[in-house]
């Protein structure tokens, strides 16, 4: 796609999120990967009314060279791309129910949400990193967010909310949308006995999807 196309996709799946609730307010960036740079919502932007034309631009070393001043959170989305060479996308978000669990669960708990489905494995990944909570914009979080990212997909900020990654920017919002679903179903069961998937599932399903 080009520079231009990602731009006008950004805004189209911005909206779409804000319009079912994924994110509120001003809550929640994306970035994506260009082949000279980023692109990045701006700060204090919501993602329901971006405007294509003042998305952030930064150069391959992280400057802001275009649009508005970026999101606070650039080395959360720094360190997800670093680790992620096949990486084309990051979406956070402050969705309710994986915000939830991220208050819920331990720091250092590498696997908070149960595999109940499917896609949530396809999407998400076996692995779902709880990271130690860190001021919005801190930059001392990179280091922690860097070295989780480089074996897991998606990792939940403990206390404030999900980093998702994707190959594409629709590959990453669809796990961002799965991953909250998923934390809606793991809430809903909570305590009841559900069936997970097993072992040999959830293998089945990575061999095949990838
Ligand atoms: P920005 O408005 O700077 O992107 O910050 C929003 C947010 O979600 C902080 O975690």
């Given amino acids: 796609m080009t520079e231009n196309e990602l731009r006008d996709l950004l805004c189209e799946l911005g909206a779409s999120l804000f319009a079912r609730g994924y994110s509120v307010g001003s809550a929640g960036n994306i970035s994506v990967r260009l082949p000279d740079g980023y692109l990045m919502t701006p700060t204090n932007s919501s993602l329901g009314r971006l ?7 930064l150069d391959a070393g992280w400057a802001h060279v275009g649009g508005d001043k970026p ?5 959360m989305h720094r360190a997800v791309l670093t680790a992620r060479p096949d990486a ?5 978000l402050h969705s309710t129910h994986a915000t939830a669990i991220g208050c819920l669960a331990e720091p250092g708990e590498s696997a908070p949400i149960p ?10 990944g076996r692995s779902l ?3 130690p909570y860190y001021r919005p914009g801190d930059a001392a979080m990179e280091p ?3 070295e989780a990212a480089k074996s897991a997909r998606a990792m939940l900020l403990a206390n404030h909310g999900p980093v ?7 590959d990453a919002v669809y796990a961002a949308e799965e991953l909250e679903e998923s ?3 793991a809430l809903m069961l909570r305590g009841a006995g559900a069936r997970a998937l097993t072992g040999a599932q959830v293998e089945d399903l990575l061999s095949t999807f990838g």
């Fill in 51 to 57: 405007k294509a034309e003042r998305i952030s631009k």
């Fill in 71 to 75: 999101s606070k959170e650039v080395f």
């Fill in 88 to 92: 084309g996308a990051v979406v956070h």
């Fill in 115 to 124: 595999p109940l489905t499917p896609y949530f494995v396809m999407r998400v």
């Fill in 129 to 131: 990193p709880v990271i």
């Fill in 144 to 146: 922690a967010i860097h």
């Fill in 164 to 170: 998702v990654s994707g190959k594409t920017l629709m």
């Fill in 183 to 185: 934390a809606r179903l």
